[in-house]
């Protein structure tokens, strides 16, 4: 690959996290505290291909001239062994390009949710509910209270939770939301069952926002063995993909 | 950005010394571009099962990740290659190596990042001439025991602070014994370091921009295809067969290691994923963390592109069994 090749895939992968960090596409990938940093990754790609670029085509110009300046252009190589051009390895940074600019594929769903199991983690004391009604918790904040405090702090409130609906262990609808502390190769489920009335035709995959209480029942997460708390619900709402779909 | 704007470079891509014309990389780039924007919609197409959406969005998701850091490894390391003069390293080193090696590992608390960051700032260190035990050991404690990672440790398993303590302890011995390991077995021949003498007549700009573009491209194409493996195995490996060995206590610390081998998960982030498996026991999982910041699929195919595959093949093994042993005997004290 020569240096022209070389700039040209700089500014392609530069551009393509600039593009996915400023359009919110980064939001199916990674966490959103990385946005500044892939913001100041992309920029430093696309000038290091615009240098690339430019100091390239100026020792082309001084070559003509009978300058040896463009020496460098084939000196580039480093003793790995491939004498022509750059690294051959680097026609491989076009894949995350093409992947990011063409193909862009959706944030983990259902069928991620399924292969793993329900991530609830205990936490040493569950402080009160702040006022809300109905109250808007997340989901693990919702299942480990249900889990680990038994629901005492939850007690008769009403309280909304926002995920998608995915069949669950015993082919009952789980609501369902990843978490990711990084990127998505992280991502790990926390499940809810619905108990009650659902409306008809519910696809997987679905969005939905549910009011309920907390019922006391559980069910057992057959990835992990995880228990799976149920929430009895009075009110499902369809709502559209969230440009934010995985909890932090 | 669209790809349609970047096929302009072709045009002006006429390399000067071709006697004959052939086709040159840019034109080759060109036409692959093209032709993967017209096949578009087949490909797609061909994408839509949930498994290989879900891989196509793990291996995407990993290198988003990863880019922010590889860019900073990649800048610093430049930074060190271009601005920073070799005497520096001689004066902050101990000259014995022996004590080099435990001054590297500590000194890998400056280096706020993950693994992804630390390959390439450890290539530029050898290159600088700083002892390669020192070096080596500096790439495998920085990502592990920076204040990051330490704090995302302690987040996720919140009120185990001996996780944390396990941790930074466990990483930096293995570190140490690494280092001095190398120095005592490691033959310089393994390595095949790429010289960097053509920087040497350059200014210092043309040769710190000549320094990332050739680290970006090099160490982000192996960067690719670690990705693409922890992508396939996020997909293929049930997590159901776990349960299953997590039960015994010996084979669950081999297994974890191994897996944290497989998912190549980010420093920053792995201690969640620890903490979510819950089956295993804590020395386990102390391997899981223990190994996954020195030893992965993308930290290796990153470790033989820089130092080269012959260096890869013997210190990845040797890492990973040292990692685990280090795990198995300082898991139970410090747990």
């Not at chain 1, 789980?174 to 990711?180: E, F, S, Y």
């Not at chain 2, 096949?39 to 969005?57: E, F, K, N, Y």
Request: charged share 15%.
């Amino acid at each position: 690959m020569n240096k022209q090749a070389q700039a040209v895939i700089l500014l392609l992968i530069g551009g393509a996290v600039l593009r996915a960090s400023l359009s919110g596409q980064y939001l199916n990938y990674v966490k959103a505290g990385l946005q500044p940093y892939l913001i100041a990754a992309g920029a430093i790609l696309v000038v290091a291909g615009a240098f690339t670029l430019w100091y390239e085509l100026r020792g082309a110009k001084t070559a003509r001239g009978g300058d040896n300046a463009h020496g460098h252009a084939h000196g580039d190589d480093d003793g790995h062994g491939h004498a022509h051009g750059g690294p051959k390895v680097a026609w491989l940074l076009l894949a995350p390009v093409l992947g990011l600019l063409l193909f862009a594929p959706p944030a983990l769903g259902s069928y991620a949710a399924g292969r793993s199991g329900s991530a609830v983690t205990a936490r040493s004391e569950y402080a009160p509910l702040p006022a809300g009604d109905p109250l808007s918790l997340t989901m693990l904040d919702y299942a480990s209270r249900a889990v680990f405090d038994k629901g005492v702090s939850l007690g008769e409130r009403r309280i909304q939770l926002t995920g998608f609906v995915m069949r669950g262990p015993q082919d009952q609808w789980l609501l369902a939301r990843m978490m990711v502390s990084c990127c998505a190769a992280d991502a790990r489920p926390v499940k809810v069952a619905l108990d009650g009335e659902l409306p008809d035709g519910l696809q997987d995959q679905q969005w939905v926002r549910v009011t309920g209480r907390y019922s006391g029942r559980e069910v057992t997460d057959n990835v992990n063995g995880e228990a799976i708390p149920f929430i009895s619900v009075s009110d499902v709402t369809l709502i559209a993909v969230p440009q934010e779909q995985y909890e932090s | 950005m669209t790809v349609t704007e970047e096929h302009v470079p072709p045009a002006e891509a006429e390399a000067p010394p071709r006697k004959r014309w052939r086709p040159g990389s840019v034109e080759v780039l060109a036409a692959l571009l093209v032709l993967v924007v017209l096949l578009r919609g087949p490909i797609t197409r061909s994408l839509a099962t949930p498994a290989l959406q879900t891989w196509l969005t793990v291996f995407v998701s990993v290198l988003t990740q990863a880019i922010p850091f590889l860019v900073f490894g990649v800048v610093l390391s430049a930074v060190i290659a271009v601005f920073i003069p070799p005497s520096f390293f001689a004066k902050a080193l101990p000259s014995h190596p022996a004590l080099a090696v435990p001054t590297a590992s500590v000194a890998g608390v400056v280096l706020p990042g993950c693994e992804c960051a630390s390959v390439p700032v450890a290539g530029a260190l050898v290159q600088r001439g700083v002892t390669p035990a020192a070096a080596f050991a500096f790439l495998l404690a920085s990502p592990a025991v920076n204040p990051i990672v330490l704090i995302s440790t302690a987040v996720a398993f919140p009120g185990q602070p001996q996780m944390v303590v396990g941790r930074a302890v466990a990483s930096l011995v293995v570190a140490c014994l690494m280092g001095w390991l190398w120095q005592a077995f490691g033959k310089g021949s393994w390595l095949r370091m790429p010289s960097r003498a053509h920087l040497d007549g350059m200014a210092k700009w043309p040769a710190f921009w000549a320094s990332v573009r050739h680290d970006v491209l090099h160490a982000g194409g192996f960067l690719v295809i670690g990705a693409a493996s922890a992508a396939v195995i996020a997909v293929v490996v049930p997590k159901t067969w776990l349960e299953h060995v997590a039960s015994n206590p010996v084979l669950a610390i081999v297994v974890m290691g191994l897996l944290a081998v497989l998912l190549s998960i980010c420093s920053e982030a792995d201690a969640f994923v620890a903490a979510s498996l819950t089956q295993f026991s804590l020395t386990a999982r102390l391997a899981f963390l223990v190994v996954g910041p020195m030893i992965d699929l993308k930290l290796f195919a990153m470790q033989a592109g820089i130092f080269g595959r012959r260096f890869a093949l013997r210190f990845a093994p040797a890492t990973f069994v040292m990692a685990i042993l280090v795990s198995a005997i300082l898991g139970p004290v410090l747990l």
